[in-house]
């Protein structure tokens, strides 16, 4: 919660200066305290114990002629009055209420010697906390709810340190305890009322004054607001209501007219010929969003965005921000996917704030030198909108009433182009606001950037941060009204309808999505595809008919005359180079490649060339420049301009990494012909899919994986593909043949990371090809096949990125079983977290039969330890850390093991740990018996005759957590289990009479 002015300087403001009446007459109320600081001794006392309502009736008449002292001051000028305003109104209520208090009769001044403080200090204490007491500000991004309770919590300081003040007082020794508890049951309700005082002066405020409305959300226009959602009009209309400055001159009409006129342009240019996109001014659908402060390490973080309410009141948000003091002191960050609007936000703001009350400039920070300081930057993009040379500091000094505001658009083509060089950016427009407000200029800045790269920038303190939510269904239905009433004319030439909100929404995870659902537009203004009820299609089938539809529009935009086979070759290279593009972020865990990685990229892979003679543009120019839904962000840093490209969705590059994936496997599966089941031919070359999938695990993004598996699901030669995919695993950690292709290197990895990150990948496409997996298929020639599948795993946990280690381990259950060669391991997803380890097959114990009973124990169980310390692991690491108690007290009862018969083998360590959580954690009789069986079992014929030292450890633990839980145990049980017990035949004679004996006198404790 941001605080906003002390009393003391909210009072000198707001009166005027410290010669004013008023001020003057608080001060001396105060006992000088306000002014100077000099309270102390009964003078303030007095003041205090007398003058409380007199102090109520100043502050209200600070805020009574409010109207009077804002009037003909400038945007921010009249912002400071307010916030000042505030916060004598938040005082005035605490004194209004402490004036009503009922004080003890002892305590009343009727004579100066009764008012003698004990300890000055406490004087001076309560001065202190009055003049200087900085209540917290509503903010726009704060629910009033919070603002209440936090001043709740402000009074309740204040009412302690009233306390405190009063116990002080030489005549308090002469309060009864009557007295005292009667007048702390008053001061208790103190903070309650004082908050309801304040709601109180606060409406009042916030009816001459609809800033205040805007700053605490408290706005009584739900209903116009509901009717007002697209094009910002509501911002617009509700600044003009709070217009005070005049009309702008000069470079100002200029910018105003440069920025209204973005308005009236097509949202996009995609060349169809027929169809065109609405303007930007009636297809801008204000978008929902939720807004915070969140810690570096959650502004990515998707739960923490989402435990955070969503909001509709946009515009209300952005009124409230720009007339709070908060504009001045640090930016507002807006946060979005690619595609999420903000840009188009910024392009919004400069058209629709009020040129008499706001200077907007308007920054794309691709368009101007990244190396620059941001005035510099301002005055560039001032030049290249109007044509005009400006000196920042002449242009604001003549804004006049109007505050200016800065709106930074894409600082993430910064960070991306840059690298961390701009990781500072927030701090260095923090410390040009400081600047700034220091010379008199102060500035309001605004600052774009797309939400995966927000946590490479350095927070600063005060920064509210706000994300734009994906369209409801509400929205899909209002942009869909601008297209459809856009290309109403075309649309009934070619007799088809227009495509409505009910249809688009089958597609829900496409049509809330802006940029998606101009796709889904332009595909179903083709021939109504999507009206067909009869065929939905998968998410994978749209992005395809999405994607190829365009290329396909692109391709015949040529002006050649080609064949159908020569437009589908073409179509078919296109959405090639674009995998390429897509598999160029992919492979280096990023959601955008450099200009100059891209082009190394199509050299290597598709052998374009890398200086291309057509308008010296490079091959990844001429590549993305023909796709509006790849994003060029770029920069100039050191007079160079740096280029970045991206998907304005990140779904568009999961999908094409996926598609390339399963058509190299259709090419792979074209040249082996191998048939439906396992057979020797080997693929012709896996040269091409290795280089594209020894890189990264296909799991370091899920989304990928779902579009494989729904690509590959519905095939009918999955038992082919399958077959192709188990032949390719089993070569894939060999030795490989170098190729032109190695010269592919998007990043630095080593010869066993690639190998391991290659057969993790063709494994996962096993799965997908096939549910089930088993050892024997993978590992057909190995006597072992169990020792290989853990040498394997174990290979892709130390090799792996950790995301698509952890992704991939979650995806599958593995299940440790037998056949007739052996101990075999079968994987199927999904994973359910469970594991069935058996210790029986982990040291190669065959099944035995249902009536036999097997025990054993390993001896040198300080490998346990040693290999872990010797090779690490955080699981394994932290599972040592855990045993580590038990290694000295137990032993080998970490390794004896017995078969407990429905259980399965279970050693003596965990039966004896288990009693013991069983026991303390209180768990009912009949289990806790269960518990005692088991131990009691290994405790008579759970050791290996020889480990006599081991065995009697565990039978003494257990006894005596026997004698503990003696009376927990159900009647009849502690009589049978002697009886067993006495059956069972000991291990030697002499060991065994003694644990009969101790076992009997333990039961006799009964």
Known sequence: MARGLSYRDAAVLLGGGPETKVVAALDKLLGGALLVATAGGSGFALSLFDAKAELFKLCTDLIGGLGERVRGLNRYDRTRRLEAAHAVAVLAAFFEVAAELKMPRTLLPT???????????????????????????????????????????????????????????????????????????????????????????????????????????????????????????????????????????????????????????????????????????????????????????????????????????????????????????????????????????????????????????????????????????????????????????????????????????????????????????????????????????????????????????????????????????????????????????????????????????????????????????????????????????????????????????????????????????????????????????????????????????????????????????TAAELLVGRFYFVHVAQAVHDQKRLKTYEFLHATFGEFLVARLVVRELDNLLAASRLPTTWGRPRPQDDAFLYTLLSFAPLTTRLTVVEFTHSMIKPRPDRDRLGALLLDLFRTSLHARHHTPLDEYRPLRMTVPARAATYSANLFLLISLAQREISSTELFPDRADHAIEWTSVAQLWQSQLRSEGWRNLAARFAVVRTWDDSGRVIRITPPNNGLANIDPKWTYGYPPEPAESWHAFYIPDDWRLFAETGFAGGRLSEVATHTLEPFRDALGTMLTSFHDMRGQGMVSAARALISLWLASTLGTDSARLAEEYETCLRIATRGFAPEDKENRGTFRELVLRQLNADFGELPEGWLRAALDVIESEPMADDKDGKRYLDQVRKSFDLG
Not at 301 to 310: A, H, I, K, N, V
Not at 386 to 402: K, Y
Not at 472 to 477: E, Y
């Open 111 to 617: 004579k100066s010697e009764q008012l003698a403080l004990v300890d000055a200090r406490a004087d001076k204490g309560l001065a202190a906390a009055l003049v200087e007491f900085m209540p917290p500000l509503p903010s726009p991004h704060v629910p009033h709810e919070q603002l209440a309770a936090d001043l709740r919590g402000c009074y309740a300081e204040l009412t302690n340190v009233l306390a405190r003040f009063e116990s002080g007082l030489a005549a308090w020794v002469r309060l009864s305890r009557a007295e005292i508890d009667l007048h702390d049951r008053e001061l208790a309700t103190v903070p309650d009322r004082a908050v309801q005082r304040y709601e109180v002066l606060f409406r009042r405020l916030a009816l001459e004054f609809p800033e205040f409305g805007y700053w605490a959300t408290m706005l009584d226009h739900q209903a116009t607001r509901a009717e007002v959602r697209t094009a910002l009009a509501g911002l617009a209309d509700s600044l003009a209501q709070l217009r005070i400055g005049r009309d702008p001159a000069g470079v100002r009409i200029d910018l105003t007219a440069k920025y209204q006129a973005v308005l009236r342009r097509p949202a996009l240019t995609f060349g169809d010929g027929e169809l065109s996109a609405p303007t930007i001014e009636r297809c801008y659908v204000n978008p929902h969003f939720r807004v915070g402060q969140p810690r570096l390490d959650e502004i990515t973080r998707t739960d923490w965005w989402e435990s955070q309410p969503l909001r509709t009141d946009l515009q209300d948000l952005l009124v409230g921000h720009l007339t709070s003091p908060l504009a001045t002191e640090a930016p507002l960050v807006v946060l979005g996917h690619p595609g999420a609007g903000k840009s188009l936000l910024t392009h919004m703001l400069a058209a629709r704030l009020p040129a008499s009350d706001f200077l907007a400039v308007r920054v794309p920070l691709r368009d101007v030198p990244a190396d620059a300081d941001l005035q510099t930057q301002i005055e560039l993009s001032i030049r290249a909108d109007t044509g005009t040379d400006v000196n920042w500091p002449a242009l604001a000094s003549t804004a006049g009433d109007a505050l200016p505001v800065i709106l930074l658009d894409g600082f993430d083509e910064l960070l991306q182009a840059t690298g961390q060089s701009q990781s500072n950016y927030l701090e260095l427009i923090t410390a040009f606001q400081q600047r700034e407000a220091d010379l008199g200029r102060p500035v309001a800045v605004l600052v774009t950037s797309r939400l995966t790269v927000a946590d490479r920038a350095r927070p600063v303190p005060g920064v509210v941060t706000l994300l734009l939510e994906p369209f409801d269904d509400s929205q899909v239905a209002l942009w869909l009204a601008a297209w459809n009433q856009c290309n109403a004319a075309v649309l009934s030439s070619r007799g088809l309808l227009p495509l409505t909100a009910e249809t688009a929404l089958c597609y829900r995870n496409v049509a809330q999505q802006p940029l998606l659902l101009l796709l889904l537009a332009l595909y179903d203004a083709d021939s109504n595809a999507l009206h067909d009820e009869t065929r939905r299609l998968g998410e994978a089938e749209v992005y395809e008919k999405l994607l190829t539809g365009f290329t396909r529009r692109e391709v015949l935009k040529s002006g050649q005359s080609l064949t159908d086979n020569q437009i589908s070759a073409a179509v078919a290279q296109e959405m090639l180079q674009l995998s390429v593009v897509a598999f160029a972020m992919f492979n280096r865990n990023q959601l955008w490649v450099t200009e100059s990685e891209l082009d190394a990229d199509l050299r290597v892979l598709l052998g374009q060339p890398h200086s291309p003679d057509q308008l010296h543009l």
